[in-house]
T-cell receptor, first 115, second 112 residues
Framework: GAGVSQSPSNKVTEKGKDVELRCDPI?????LYWYRQSLGQGLEFLIY????????KSGLPSDRFSAERTGGSVSTLTIQRTQQEDSAVYLC?????????????FGPGTRLTVL | GNSVTQMEGPVTLSEEAFLTINCTYT??????LFWYVQYPGEGLQLLLK?????DKGSNKGFEATYRKETTSFHLEKGSVQVSDSAVYFC???????????FGKGTLLTVNP
């Protein structure tokens, strides 16, 4: 596609439920990143994929958070047993890592509200 | 660890005023530096970047120079427009995975 897409754009859930957030990166981009944007914490890195592997998961805040990427393309971020502090905008970005620093292109985000 | 500090907002200017948003960083290693912009209701967009000391990134009239001696990457524009109203984020990346570390963001409002 023309850009990074994310779905859903908005998700409202009840505390304790599981949610899945989807990211479709730009075709051909090898790297995929998840970030979280919240009022209290600003923009935080969550996890990085190179192909289908996740060599850096250091930003995942707890074991309730997990992510996978399949076919070197679509990625899903799963939050289990959601808590109110999980409310945030979840951003996905992709890039083509070909050597020097490569530009990350961001999707529009999924706004998650946990009631 | 890596961190980015940028001036707290909000910043309110009149059209055609000069803009400076300060950004300083600490990094283990030799970072690349970025400014991202988030317009109202839109996603994050790369505004400009610099990958080595003394490089100047520029785009849409905005400029920032990578100053290693002062660990800074201040954003400037000589004459702002109403359409520049947005949140501006300074960021860095270090290492082979290029994950971004962001500042807290600065809200800029430009009045006609």
């Amino acid at each position: 596609g023309a850009g990074v897409s994310q779905s859903p754009s908005n998700k409202v859930t009840e505390k304790g439920k599981d949610v899945e957030l989807r990211c479709d990166p730009i075709s051909g981009h090898t790297a995929l990143y998840w970030y979280r944007q919240s009022l209290g914490q600003g923009l935080e890195f969550l996890i990085y994929f190179q192909g289908n592997s996740a060599p850096d998961k250091s930003g995942l805040p707890s074991d309730r958070f997990s992510a996978e990427r399949t076919g070197g393309s679509v990625s899903t971020l799963t939050i289990q047993r959601t808590q109110q502090e999980d409310s945030a905008v979840y951003l996905c970005a992709s890039s083509f890592l070909g050597g020097q620093t490569d530009t990350q292109y961001f999707g529009p985000g999924t706004r998650l509200t946990v009631l | 660890g890596n961190s980015v500090t940028q001036m707290e907002g909000p910043v309110t200017l009149s059209e055609e005023a000069f803009l400076t948003i300060n950004c300083t960083y600490t990094a283990t290693g030799y970072p690349s530096l970025f400014w991202y912009v988030q317009y109202p209701g839109e996603g994050l967009q790369l505004l400009l970047k610099a990958t080595k000391a003394d490089d100047k990134g520029s785009n849409k009239g905005f400029e920032a120079t990578y100053r290693k001696e002062t660990t800074s990457f201040h954003l400037e524009k000589g004459s702002v427009q109403v359409s520049d109203s947005a949140v501006y984020f300074c960021a860095l990346s270090v290492g082979s995975n290029y994950k971004l570390t962001f500042g807290k963001g600065t809200l800029l409002t430009v009045n006609p």
